[in-house]
């Protein structure tokens, strides 16, 4: 299936490390790109490439992946990371692009 | 430094068609490398790719919305343009403009976005 299933709501202490996931049937073909979005504002590319980081993007956000299951981390959560975070990929077909519904991080 | 803008109605009429241009700026729409795609996202939700299209006119679609949707180019205008007709109340949404980078391994860069435009389907 085109899908990517994503958990709704995450949560880490300030400082923490915390693992964001993404599952889908393509992922096992194609890598995943993670985004940042914060209130109001377009999303931000994160990750690309399974473990690519843009410029600008601080090195404490790493991705990876095993099968059908991609990882976005965050190690040392600092309160400015606090967003909704999506991931994207191919669809199973190759032919368009899908994204995951999206997980909430909370920074306590 | 590329600068994607999105322009056009903020309000539509059930069953017309929605238009939006995306102006790039900073950067030329012809190159290769790279598509130019429109995303969207309805008022608190998640993000869904409507479909992109390259310097040439090829032109990839969101198998849900393609019935509906057509992208289109202006390379002179350094412009792309993106029509969804028969518009209904759940396509309200924020829609972004964006460039697609294809230089990945296997999927392609999201790596520059407009700042979006809402439009309302409403009569």
């Known amino acids: 299936s085109s899908e990517l299933t994503q958990d709704p709501a995450v949560s880490v202490a300030l400082g923490q490390t915390v693992r964001i996931t993404c599952q889908g049937d393509s992922l096992r073909s194609y890598y995943a790109s993670w985004f940042q979005q914060k209130p109001g504002q377009a999303p931000v590319l994160v990750i690309y490439?399974?473990?690519n980081r843009p410029s600008g993007i601080p090195d404490r956000f790493s991705g990876s992946s095993s099968g059908n299951t991609a990882s976005l981390t965050i190690t040392g959560a600092q309160a400015e990371d606090e967003a909704d975070y999506y991931c994207?990929?191919?669809?199973?077909?190759?032919?368009?692009?899908?994204f995951g519904g999206g997980t909430k991080l909370t920074v306590l | 430094q590329l600068q994607l803008q999105e322009s056009g109605p903020g309000l539509v009429k059930p069953s017309e068609t929605l238009s939006l241009t995306c102006t790039v700026s900073?950067?030329?729409?012809?190159?290769?490398?790279?598509?130019w795609g429109w995303i969207r996202q309805a008022p608190g939700k998640g993000l869904e790719w409507i479909g992109s299209?390259?310097?040439?006119?090829?032109?990839f679609y969101n198998p849900s919305l393609k019935s509906r949707v057509t992208i289109s180019v202006d390379t002179s205008k350094n412009q792309f343009s993106l029509k969804l007709s028969s518009v209904t109340a759940a396509d309200t949404a924020v829609y972004y403009c964006a460039r697609e980078d294809n230089t990945g391994i296997t999927s392609p860069a999201i790596d520059y976005w407009g700042q979006g435009a809402l439009v309302t389907a409403s009569s």
């Open positions: 994207n990929s191919r669809g199973t077909s190759g032919d368009h692009l899908i």
């Open positions: 900073g950067g030329s729409i012809s190159s290769s490398t790279y598509y």
């Open positions: 299209i390259n310097y040439s006119g090829s032109t």
């Open positions: 490439d399974k473990n």
